[in-house]
């Protein structure tokens, strides 16, 4: 970037990180990048909130920019893990439109979902037609610490979903799921190791967010406004509300084999704007 937008972005997200948000409101409204108008807009708009708050907004997210490839690339590696495992029960922990079971190629599969958004479940379950679905509105935690002791999935996966859950937070799911769980598939980005608020966090998060802004054209206000900009600014301001805890691939391997499971195994996956996406299987107690 060039000293000029490295000024304005670094002085804005500072004051985030400081919770000034008058003073990144000024900043971000004196430039002309993409990260510069969106975070202004958004600054300017006050709004506070989960990003699934608007629907649309993810949608509109997930099937532009690089997330087609993306997608791609997790679809084939899911569909490996399906080949290789055969599974016939399958639990897909924030399923989302429920894209990541398209790889499935059977309708022998009893799936199970768990999905905090109502409009995103209904996606998913329509999109499973002719596969016997359980479908739960509501958050992993509760579902996995309620688990009957009898319950087994062969597969139990996870795309971009467990990075929304609090390090502390996940550490319990994933020790209430080891028990239930053949082999668990995690798909997430491998974000680097940086101090937050750090001069070299800032930077990361102003080149990144810039890359991925300019991906998008005539939905790039839906998607900054109602996904990319409450991600941001939910990772800096104090007490807003925050959309994801991420962290190293190494840190997720030590993660789950804390939690009890075995046989750690990370495939990069995909070159992502944000971070590089890869796929970490493991072996539950249940295998």
């Known amino acids: 970037m060039t000293d000029y937008i490295d000024g304005y972005i670094d002085e804005a997200l500072k004051a985030l990180t400081a919770g000034d948000i008058d003073r990144a409101r000024e900043a971000a409204g004196r430039g002309g990048t993409p990260l510069l108008a969106a975070l202004a807009a958004h600054l300017d708009a006050g709004t506070d909130g989960s990003v699934y708050d608007q ?18 690339a997790v679809t084939s590696a899911l569909a490996d893990v399906y080949a290789r495992v055969r599974p016939s029960r399958v639990l897909d922990i924030g399923c989302g439109d429920g894209r990541a079971l398209r790889a499935l190629g059977s309708t022998e ?4 979902l768990v999905e905090p958004s109502a409009a995103l479940l209904e996606v998913a379950v329509r999109s499973l037609d002719g596969i016997e679905v359980d479908a739960h509105h509501g958050r992993i935690e509760p579902f996995a610490a309620e688990l009957p ?8 996966q996870a795309t971009f979903a467990l990075h929304t859950l609090p390090h502390e937070v996940r550490d319990g799911v994933l020790a209430d799921l080891v028990g239930h769980v053949g082999v668990l598939a995690v798909v997430e980005f491998d974000v680097p190791d940086l101090a937050h608020g750090s001069p070299e ?11 991925g802004l300019t991906e998008y054209d005539a939905d790039r206000t839906l998607v900054a406004q109602g996904f990319l900009m409450p991600v941001l600014t939910g990772q800096l301001v104090p007490g807003a509300t925050r959309a994801t805890w991420e962290q190293p691939a190494s840190r997720w391997a030590s993660q789950v084999e804390r939690a009890g499971f075995t046989d750690v195994e990370i495939t990069p996956l995909d070159d992502y704007w944000w971070s590089p996406g890869f796929l970490l299987t493991a072996s539950g107690s249940r295998r």
Do not use: K, S
């Not at 599969?109 to 199970?112: E, G, H, L, N, R």
């Open 201 to 211: 966090h800032r930077r990361f998060l102003a080149e990144a967010y810039e890359r």
């Open 109 to 112: 599969v009893a799936v199970t």
């Open 55 to 72: 629907p649309a907004a993810f949608e509109a997210f997930i099937n532009g920019g690089g997330n087609v490839g993306l997608y791609r």
């Open 149 to 156: 002791a009898d319950a087994v999935f062969d597969v139990a």
